[in-house]
């Protein structure tokens, strides 16, 4: 195809693409329309700029319009590319996974932090719950390489996604990838010895706020990954009443929150039974993020 006897060239649809991008409200404007363009042609995004001038063939074109459609009526630039990126490692994604967000990042950070400073720690076994797209239990893993996780997820879908995860990644042999609502995916195991950590990012937005959620997220992500209910935390209860019973003596646990349920979330943790050594953990905004507790003895 050509526009006024000119052929659409990489360059020439990134700079249409742009400003049609940032009229609509699309999210990265630049950052996405390089995304979906470089999905199109197969190519790391760098290689764009090696090509600069190139045509682009007709059915390729007809392809990024689609998508460059889509992504007006506000669908998720990882969900059309069916890609995410998620502590320097790429996830597949789609609908039945929430989008990993760099929020929970902080999460693993601090994961990592205990296990490399901690004597006695060096293999730790590690319950992620509600793993969604395998994220969580895949940058663990990849990065702490004595580390063995059982990872679940109530969604039987989720649990697809995260299961070719964790296998296109190469950590089959050391994730697990059960479905289950929470802890009933652990009963079912052979060996049901106690974790050294529990780690979860459960659904946490007030039920009465997902209405205002942005298009993108409330039209497009797993609803049942987002509502934790009345006040945002009843999956969080449900996780903390029977985290005592499943993690060994001092272990801890880590839940991921939202930015202003720090005092509640501080609240929940503190009256249940069996933990110590509270704390509300900080993202790189310097927003609360993370509740995280040792199980006392």
């Not at 950052?31 to 042609?41: K, T, Y």
């Not at 063939?57 to 889509?70: G, M, S």
């Not at 993202?283 to 507790?293: E, N, P, Q």
Request: aromatic share 6%; charged share 25%.
């Amino acid at each position: 195809m050509t526009e006024y006897g000119q052929a659409w060239t990489i360059r020439r649809l990134l700079e249409w693409t742009t400003p049609f991008f940032t009229r609509k409200g699309v999210d990265s404007p630049r950052l996405s329309a390089e995304l979906l363009l470089a999905h199109v042609l197969k190519l790391p995004r760098i290689r764009l700029y090696t090509g600069y001038e190139n045509p682009i063939p007709e059915n390729e074109l007809a392809t990024f319009r689609d998508l460059v459609k889509r992504a007006v009526e506000q669908e998720p630039i990882a969900y059309l590319t069916g890609t995410a990126h998620f502590f320097n490692l790429e996830f597949e994604v789609n609908r039945d996974v929430l989008i990993p967000r760099p929020e929970t990042e902080t999460l693993v950070e601090h994961v990592l932090q205990l296990v490399r400073n901690t004597p006695g720690l060096e293999r730790p076994r590690v319950l992620d719950l509600c793993t969604g797209s395998g994220c969580v239990a895949a940058a663990i893993a990849h990065h702490l390489k004595s580390s063995s996780v059982l990872a679940t997820d109530k969604s039987a879908a989720a649990a697809t996604v995260a299961r070719k995860n964790i296998q296109r990644l190469g950590l089959d042999g050391r994730v697990q990838i059960e479905q289950g609502d929470l802890y009933e995916a652990v009963q079912k195991q052979v060996d049901s010895q106690p974790f050294d950590l529990i780690v979860a990012n459960p659904p946490y937005i007030r039920s009465d706020e997902i209405a205002k959620l942005d298009r993108n997220v409330r039209d497009y992500e797993p609803m049942a990954a987002l509502d934790g209910g009345p006040d945002g935390l009843v999956v969080h209860r449900r996780i903390i009443a029977g985290a005592a019973d499943r993690l060994v003596s001092g272990g801890r646990i880590y839940l991921e929150i939202a930015f202003d349920q720090g005092e509640l979330a501080r609240h929940v943790v503190g009256t249940a039974e069996g933990f110590e050594d509270l704390s509300v953990l900080k993202d790189y905004g310097g927003r609360d993020r993370v509740v995280s507790a040792r199980k006392s003895g």
